[in-house]
């Protein structure tokens, strides 16, 4: 490996384009291409998300990368969940008993713009759109592609291939097909949809309701959900089954059942929804999926990256961060000087694999927890612990969602593992009525919580360790 390597990268979503910045920034020469149009010049929006919930790990790496501040300046800072029930009511539920740890709304095509744009700044970055790759030649590494202007077809020879073009990959799909090697590759969806609606902006520009949180009207076997934009508006999220239940996307095909569902379980969004009918019907329904795959690169020649990888479902917020989060450990290992680039491809699978793995396994778990949990007193009571154990031992207790979302320094995996004996600890302590919550809680009463956790959390990584978990 050297840095006359010609280096293609297939797609320059999020990921690719960070990965493309990082590395031109290290001297590489990179030719990018994409099978969209130019979103800083074309709107692209339609049928994917429009915000993004960024966190540490996504920070972390844009700092790498030198953008941190320009992706901070389009940012709305969420500190907690606000949940709606059936009458309006709301309760509010931070994320962290830390005051500096939050969540930010972000435009998914704003900072893909970020990242382009500053890729662009470099000689040694070429980027092309509306050309779409149809195979890749993993044996000779050639990439084939189709510009969708002219319909010509033309062919790319290059030393290696990232392959960042997402959950629908077509470098993964040219792994499977030409079948020259061992590839495992599974592709999972819940039997639930998603469908993108808008609550547009009062009459001065400004939120209707409050742009610090993220909201939710959580009903048990499907929600709704809404992250504030900068423009006064929020993205709301319907997430539904396609075909269970008295009301499901299949069957919710007439104006009148689509408004009879909503009153019925969403007045107070309804309310602010002015076209639900024309958007319910207009706008597409996307599918919710996990992909995981393995092994991650072929030879010394072709890798996949990001969603191509490891795609996840939303509900964690850490689909965009772990892709993110991937071109950081990347550069770690490259970093390392290693001789090769299957080395380093090797290596990097090895570190990254039971991380994205793990965040995978947390997101359909989050998925569960926001539709059912989040209301459920038990629940209510556990996070009202976490809140105050965080708040007055900051630097000894971190909740599951904390040690994920504010936490780069720990991996997913880990993460998961302590976060999950520490749930299970805290709610067996509540069960025994051992522990409880109440108004003003002395530190020294916090204190006791604490220890009882810690001793309980051990024991259950402990009986987990035993048993091979």
């Not at 971190?398 to 600890?425: L, P």
């Amino acid at each position: 490996m050297n840095k006359n390597d010609k280096i293609l990268i297939i797609g320059a979503g999020l990921c690719g384009s960070l990965l493309a910045l990082r590395l031109a920034q290290r001297g590489y020469k990179v030719e990018m291409y994409e099978s969209r149009p130019d979103l800083r010049t074309t709107d692209i929006s339609a049928g994917r998300s429009i915000n993004l919930a960024l966190s540490d790990r996504g920070f972390k790496a844009l700092r790498l990368c030198g953008v941190e501040d320009k992706a901070r300046e389009i940012c709305i800072s969420m500190y907690g969940r606000l949940m709606h029930d059936t009458k309006g009511n709301t309760f509010a539920s931070n994320y962290s008993g830390r005051e500096n740890e939050y969540i930010n709304s972000i435009s998914r095509g704003d900072l893909n713009g970020i990242l382009l744009t500053e890729a662009e700044k470099h000689k040694n970055v070429n980027i092309h759109f509306n050309k779409k790759c149809t195979s890749v030649d993993i044996e000779n590494t050639i990439a084939h592609f189709k510009d969708y202007k002219t319909k010509e077809e033309f062919s790319i020879n290059a030393e290696v291939i990232f392959g960042t073009d997402g959950a629908g990959s077509v470098l993964r799909k040219s792994y499977y097909l030409e079948k020259k090697f061992l590839f495992s590759y599974a592709q999972n969806y819940l039997n639930h949809g998603y469908k993108e609606l808008e609550i547009p902006a009062d009459n001065s520009g400004k939120h209707q309701i409050s742009n610090q949180h993220l909201h939710i009207w959580p009903r048990g076997d499907f929600m709704l959900i809404a992250l504030p934009n900068l423009d006064g508006s929020f993205t709301v999220t319907l997430f539904l089954s396609y075909d269970e239940g008295e009301y499901n996307f299949n069957n919710l095909t007439s104006e009148e059942k689509i408004t009879q569902f909503f009153e019925q379980e969403f007045p107070d969004a309804l309310a602010l929804i002015p076209k639900i009918k024309e958007e319910f019907l207009n706008n597409p329904t996307g599918a919710l999926g996990t992909v995981k795959c393995s092994p991650w690169s072929y030879q010394n020649n072709t890798i996949l990256l990001g969603d191509a990888a490891h795609a996840i479902v939303p509900f964690y917020g850490q689909g965009m961060n772990a892709s993110f989060e991937d071109v950081t450990v990347f550069d770690e290992i490259l970093e390392k000087g290693l001789s090769n680039w299957n080395l380093i491809f090797k290596t990097f699978e090895k570190e990254r694999k039971q991380d994205t793995d793990a965040i995978a396994d947390l997101a359909i778990d989050n998925f569960y927890e926001m539709r059912d949990h989040v209301a459920n007193p038990l629940f209510k009571e556990k996070r009202k612990i976490e809140m105050d154990l965080e708040k007055h031992f900051p630097n000894q207790y971190s909740s599951k969602y904390s040690m994920v979302t504010f936490n780069d320094e720990i991996g997913y995996n880990e993460a998961m593992k302590k976060g999950r004996a520490q749930d299970k600890a805290l709610l067996n302590l509540i069960a025994d009525d051992e522990v409880h919550t109440h108004l003003n809680m002395s530190k020294e009463e916090l204190k006791v919580i604490l220890e009882k956790v810690k001793v309980e959390t051990n024991n259950i990584l402990e009986e987990d360790k035993i048993a091979g978990l």
